[in-house]
Each structure stands twice: as structure tokens, then as C-alpha cells.
């Protein structure tokens, strides 16, 4: 799992960090690429139009605002979608049919005892078979003594579901942070090249403010993406934890009755 995350983060990088490599000549070439590439034809003095691809646009834009603040966003969108991707297929893997196994570990209650529920809870993934393991651990102890196991595995398994969670949450705020000092960094640069032209040159006004803005829109499209993410992956992680609850209260009722002989 660890080395195809690792292969999938490389890739995300390889594809993303094109733009960085891209080079222009100046801002007004850099520009005119945006909207079309033209050629003229000597012969016939025909001009010919050819659209310009997004990835194209992509990586022009990328370089008019700037290598430093926007490849600091750049990797923080990278960063923030290798762990949400990371998160998301551990969570994926950690579900579990809570009523199947109930149902399993009560079957191999009657059938085999303590120990034939305990194959089929180590034979499960997922919390809610570590916590029913747990249980059925130390049923042997008492009912309290199985509860009190229920109750604090679980917290351990919160804990492991809500890994590294708050980096995602930590990327989503710095991501448009960051495209707002690259803003106010070329709101200065605007005004430095006003300063030292002497006069109030639209020219000198509308690059520099150009620059400030793309900042800002790249870093507000990265915080979006991982808010998207963000908000799938704790969406998930309650349900987890609400059947990992449910789960719980089902387990104590059926080590209770094992306890008692009704099963």
C-alpha cells in the first residue's frame, strides 16, 4: 500500500510540475498564447487560427503569476491530495457490513464458543471487527470488563481514522493565505514600478495587478478541490464511527446473552 502510494504521489507530481518548466520570452508573448496561436502565410497572406489547449493555458497562466508563491501552492495542493487520496482508500478498506458480523460472531458463539468468534473477527478488516476482537478478548473477565475493552479499542480506532486529517484542513487554509500575500506582494511590485516610472502608466498598473490576482485564483481553486476532499472524508469517518458505535451496543447485547446461556 505504502509503495503504490508512493508511486501514485510521484506521478501527481511528474504531471503537475510541468508548468514549472515552461518558459516565455516576455508577458505580452505569454499572453497572446492564451487565446490563440496565429500564423500567416507569405504566399497567400492567409491568417490561420489554432485554439490553444487548457494545459497550455494552464501552464501560461502558471507562469505570469509567479514561480515562487504559485509553486508553493502548487505543493500544497499536491501534498493535500496524496493524503486525502491516502485517506480516502483506508477508509474504503476499513467499512465493514457491522449486521454481517454481528450476525457471523453470534453463529460462531453458539457453534464453536469464544474462540470460533474470534477467527471470524481476525478473518474480518475493518474497526469494527478489531473492536468486537477486543471484546470477545475479554469476555472472560465479565460484561464491564468486555465494555470498558469495547470502549476504549474504539477510541484507538477513532484515532487511526482521523489520521492526518488535519494536515488536509491545514492546506485548505494556507493554500488561499498564501495566494493572498502573493497578491499583496504584486500590489506592491505595481506600485513600486509606478513609483519609479514617475507616472501612472496603465500598463505598469494592470501586469503587476495581473500577477497579484492569479495568486489568488490558483490559491482559492486548490482550497476548493481539498475542501471537497476534506468534507467526503469526514463525512465518511462519522458514518465509521456511528457503526462503529451501533456495533458496539449490538456486541455487549450478544456477549450478555452468551454470559446468561440464551445463545
Not at 89 to 106: C, G, M, R
Amino acid at each position: 500500500m505504502k509503495r503504490s502510494l508512493s508511486i501514485l504521489f510521484i506521478a501527481v507530481v511528474m504531471m503537475l510540475a510541468l508548468p514549472m518548466t515552461a518558459t516565455t520570452s516576455s508577458t505580452a508573448t505569454a499572453t497572446s498564447a492564451i487565446t490563440t496561436l496565429v500564423a500567416q502565410d507569405d504566399n497567400s497572406g492567409v491568417t490561420t487560427t489554432e485554439e490553444v489547449t487548457f494545459h497550455q493555458q494552464l501552464k501560461t497562466r502558471f507562469i505570469e503569476g509567479g514561480p515562487i508563491f504559485m509553486s508553493i501552492v502548487l505543493v500544497c495542493l499536491i501534498l493535500g491530495l496524496a493524503i486525502a487520496i491516502e485517506r480516502i482508500i483506508y477508509l474504503n478498506l476499513s467499512t465493514t457490513n457491522s449486521k454481517k458480523l454481528a450476525v457471523q460472531v453470534e453463529d460462531a458463539l453458539k457453534s464453536g464458543g469464544v474462540d470460533a468468534a474470534k477467527d471470524v473477527c481476525r478473518n474480518t478488516k475493518g474497526p469494527v471487527a478489531s473492536i468486537y476482537y477486543q471484546g470477545l478478548d475479554r469476555v472472560d473477565e465479565g460484561i464491564d470488563a468486555a465494555e470498558k475493552a469495547v470502549v476504549a479499542y474504539g477510541g484507538v480506532q477513532m484515532g487511526q481514522l482521523e489520521k492526518n486529517v488535519s494536515w488536509v484542513s491545514l492546506f485548505i487554509a494556507l493554500a488561499p493565505m498564501l495566494g493572498f500575500m502573493g497578491t499583496v506582494l504584486g500590489m506592491i511590485d505595481a506600485f513600486d514600478s509606478i513609483a519609479e516610472a514617475g507616472a501612472m502608466e496603465p500598463a505598469l498598473v494592470a501586469t503587476g495587478i495581473k500577477v497579484a490576482l492569479l495568486t489568488t485564483v490558483f490559491g482559492l481553486i486548490v482550497a476548493v478541490i481539498l475542501q471537497i476532499f476534506y468534507n467526503y472524508i469526514v463525512s465518511k469517518i462519522d458514518s465509521i464511527v456511528n457503526d462503529m458505535e451501533d456495533a458496539s451496543i449490538t456486541l455487549i447485547d450478544i456477549l450478555a446473552d452468551y454470559k446468561k446461556g440464551k445463545l
